[in-house]
């Protein structure tokens, strides 16, 4: 940890015995520049990084470790002060629990010193994820979006990794890859160079990646600069990497492995420099089974490789990436949105995901007039739910409608809430009004869901 910093930590410990060692790393995490606080209790609700020390991986720990991490929300390191506490496998459990890392304690001093260079590391992460070259151009907060971003700001901003960018059309593939170059720490880096390899001639794809002499071809009256030459002290993104034929793929093997290549017509080696970022939306491990992706050349620009959510997995993002799109068209005056416009953009499906939603926001402006709020009217008559149905459908599953739910801003309690009204609303349908049979499947008696009932009208009165 820097001198000049000092971080603030909450730390927690679990199990019983002797709890001296803890307080040895407590001290030797100060020395480095760690102030660590103790929790009041393991239920307190912490915010901000912090460390759970344990004795022993009792049943409890990992929904601990979920709690006080708030599902990995929070940069948590769990420290087992003997390597026995560490059953085989319990650490796999601790980071899937929301963990950051899991480590053995030996000596306190060596301990606190690594603790303390993990935790400096995510503070930069977390500064550069939530700096505004980041946030104006990748919107969202939720949970799956972060944990994209903190691997996208640490990779680009601490190595000179080949990156492999995956997921479906839409997801934001290029934004990451421009991100990457931007957060790229090269002092002397020079430009992004973007390539689509679904647009490539097969006839020209040697010119168009090597470059060409005058005269190497009919066509070619003047000397080119292929996007190797181009891409030199910089970085060269290949989009829908993954509709690259074999035969090309074995051309550029050398580059990618070597840095070095001849121009079309020449018999002269170029050497060239430069980041390698590739995006497809293909499941690439899927054609290397089936032989149509060499398998030499995906683990040359796989050195580190990212899934991009689809939009149907961060649903709360929306509100705030049409937020974002009005503000683009608006600037400080972007209108407010009806509840009910934002309920259908919510629920609806995205195929093209955040591009998707992006033209349906185009659309919507498009038909919007005046300085008043977003309205159902503005809604393209093809989007509007159809003739009978009151409201838009909701998104598929639970988990879907509590994502929904947290969306529109409910809480805790409310969504608990409204979870067993819609159960009891359910089975009284299902059951024709009957209290006895609906309480039956409701597990609980009919004086219970009497009361209940009762209780919800005056609420609705």
Not at 404 to 413: D, F, T, V, Y
Request: charged fraction near 30%; proline fraction near 4%; glycine fraction near 10%.
């Amino acid at each position: 940890m820097r001198s000049r910093d000092r971080l603030e930590i909450w730390w927690q410990r679990f199990g019983s015995g002797p709890w001296n060692a803890d307080s040895a790393l407590v001290g030797e995490l100060a020395r480095c520049g760690v102030e660590c606080h103790l929790l009041p209790h393991p239920s307190a609700a912490p915010s901000g990084p912090g460390l759970v020390v344990f004795d022993g991986c009792d049943p409890g720990l990992a929904e601990s470790v979920r709690d006080l991490s708030r599902r990995g929300e929070e940069r948590l390191i769990a420290v087992a002060l003997r390597r026995e506490a560490l059953a085989r496998g319990s650490g796999w459990q601790l980071l899937q629990a929301g963990a950051s890392e899991v480590l053995a304690a030996s000596d306190p001093a060596e301990t606190a010193e690594v603790i303390a260079a993990r935790f400096e590391r995510w503070e930069e992460v977390d500064r550069l994820a939530c700096s505004a070259v980041v946030t104006r151009n990748l919107v969202g907060r939720s949970l799956a979006w972060r944990s994209v971003l903190r691997q996208v700001v640490e990779v680009a901003r601490f190595s000179a990794s080949s990156v492999l960018l995956g997921g479906e059309s839409g997801t934001g593939k290029e934004l990451v890859a421009r991100l990457i170059h931007t957060l790229d720490a090269r002092e002397d880096k020079r430009d992004l160079v973007v390539l689509d390899c679904t647009t490539i001639v097969p006839e020209l794809s040697g010119s168009e990646f090597f470059g060409h002499e005058r005269g190497s071809y009919t066509s070619a009256v003047s000397a080119r600069e292929g996007a190797f030459a181009l891409a030199d002290g910089g970085t060269l993104f290949l989009d829908e990497v993954g509709e690259l034929p074999p035969r090309l793929q074995a051309e550029l093997l050398r580059v990618v492995q070597e840095g070095t290549y001849k121009r079309v017509g020449s018999n002269a080696w170029q050497r060239t420099r430069f980041r390698l970022v590739c995006a497809t939306h293909r499941d690439l491990l899927g054609d290397l089974a089936e032989g149509r992706f060499r398998r030499d050349f995906y683990y040359r620009i796989a050195a580190w490789t990212c899934r991009l959510p689809p939009l149907r997995e961060r649903r709360e993002d929306i509100p705030l990436l049409v937020h974002s799109f009005l503000a683009e068209r608006y600037g400080d005056e972007a209108p407010e949105v009806d509840p009910e416009v934002l309920d259908l953009l919510l629920a609806r499906e995205y195929p093209g995901n955040v591009r998707d939603l992006r033209q349906l926001v185009d659309r919507i402006v498009h038909r919007h007039v005046g300085k008043g709020p977003i309205t159902l009217g503005d809604v393209p008559e093809e989007e509007r739910p159809r003739a009978g149905d009151g409201r838009p459908a909701s998104a598929d599953g639970f988990d879907g409608a509590v994502r929904l739910a947290l969306a529109r801003g409910l809480g805790l309690k409310e969504i608990g809430n409204l979870a067993s009204d819609t159960a009891v609303r359910i089975a009284l349908a299902e059951e024709g009004g009957s209290l006895q049979r609906a309480a039956d499947r409701l597990g609980v008696t009919d004086r219970a869901l009497q009361m209940r009932r009762a209780a919800q009208r005056r609420d609705d009165a």
